[in-house]
């Protein structure tokens, strides 16, 4: 598990760090808001840990800076434990606060449980990201960098196919049958066709439809 570490304080990172490491997960370090920004523009995180009060910009405002086009839960950190900067936390979109000073087995255990709730919620809506490319499949949208696409209803279908097989060997017929159904009437050109257009759609994100010489597709990721 990758977990981002905001906060200004350094032995703050340095405790956070050693805690997350020990326990097996890569920690990254940014020393305010703005880095954290870039960094998440930059990188994918399974979970962030932003401290509230840091120069530059502050926990709040690079949350919902984040929130534009990440889905990357957060757990707030701050010396600051009234009620309404908490609420506040939590409507521009954190998942936790934790108030200082606080004991790092605590933020650990905090991490467990939201990055546990994050990946049900993601199960329900059947959401999938990978790096910049977040598709709902239940909401039928798919982003690329933030930017939502428009893709044709058989393009959504070809990706969805291929992503729910992520991994998997597809086949030119297996796909026809599959994503086009027993009675329709072509050839694989037909694949090819929209695999180009899909593939077009989907900018740098394109090489994770991987071609399988003179068989077909996989979606590998």
Not at 108 to 120: F, Q, S, Y
Not at 136 to 161: H, I, Q, S, W
Not at 174 to 183: E, N
């Amino acid at each position: 598990m990758k977990v981002l570490i905001v906060d200004d304080e350094k032995m703050i990172r340095d405790v956070l760090r050693e805690y997350v490491e020990f326990e097996g997960n890569e920690a990254y370090e940014a020393e305010d808001g703005l880095q954290a920004v870039r960094m998440c523009k930059e990188g994918d995180y399974d979970i962030i840990l932003m401290d509230v009060m840091m120069p530059g910009l502050d926990g709040f405002s690079a949350v919902k800076e984040i929130r534009k086009t990440k889905d990357i839960p957060v757990i707030m950190l701050s010396a600051r434990g009234e009620e309404y900067d908490k609420l506040f936390g939590f409507e521009v979109g954190a998942d936790d606060y934790v108030t200082k000073p606080f004991s790092p087995k605590e933020v650990m255990a905090r991490i467990a449980a939201v990055t546990k709730r994050h990946r049900a919620g993601a199960a329900r809506r059947e959401t999938y990201k990978f790096e910049g490319l977040e598709i709902d499949m239940k909401g039928r949208n798919v982003y690329v960098d933030g930017e939502k696409l428009e893709l044709t209803p058989k393009e959504y279908e070809l990706l969805f196919y291929l992503v729910r097989n992520n991994g998997i060997a597809l086949s030119r017929e297996k796909l026809l049958s599959d994503v086009w159904g027993f009675d329709f009437y072509g050839d694989d050109r037909t694949v090819d066709t929209h695999i180009k257009m899909l593939r077009s759609s989907l900018g740098e994100y394109r090489k994770f439809i991987v071609t399988l010489r003179g068989m077909g597709y996989k979606f590998e990721a």
